[in-house]
């Protein structure tokens, strides 16, 4: 079994900062690339940022310059460094994993998810 446990989440002023970890833990051969998507209320869950395990990253336009995602392949730990965070960041957030394990002699690849993580920016 694999667990991706998410921690991190809370009230935070606009303008401010949050870090989310997320770690993974279990039955793992491989970390492939590894995400943050978050879920605003009443809208559909996005991407947020994303990276590979050779560490190339992506981000959302929305986000840009603001959070900066990386992992500890050491400790199989996915970050988001959220900076000048806006009231419209606010959302539950998920982190994402593409895993490799073995089913007996054959290699599988997921995705799992985290249980998610409410960040709320507000005055």
């Known amino acids: 079994q694999v667990q991706l446990v998410e921690s991190g989440g809370g009230l935070v002023q606009p303008g401010g900062s949050q870090r989310l970890s997320c770690a993974a833990s279990g039955s793992i051969f491989r970390i492939n690339n590894m995400g943050w998507y978050r879920q605003p209320p009443g809208k559909e869950r996005e991407l947020v940022a994303a990276?590979?395990?050779?560490?190339?990253?992506n981000y959302a336009d929305s986000v840009k310059g603001r959070f900066t995602i990386s992992r500890d392949n050491a400790k199989s730990t996915v970050y988001l460094q959220m900076n000048s965070l806006k009231p419209e960041d606010t959302a539950v957030y998920y982190c994402?994993?593409?895993?490799?394990?073995?089913?007996?002699?054959?290699?599988?690849?997921?995705?799992?998810w985290g249980q998610g993580t409410q960040v709320t920016v507000s005055s």
């Open positions: 990276v590979t395990n050779g560490g190339t990253t």
């Open positions: 994402n994993a593409g895993i490799t394990n073995w089913r007996g002699p054959t290699p599988v690849t997921a995705t799992y």
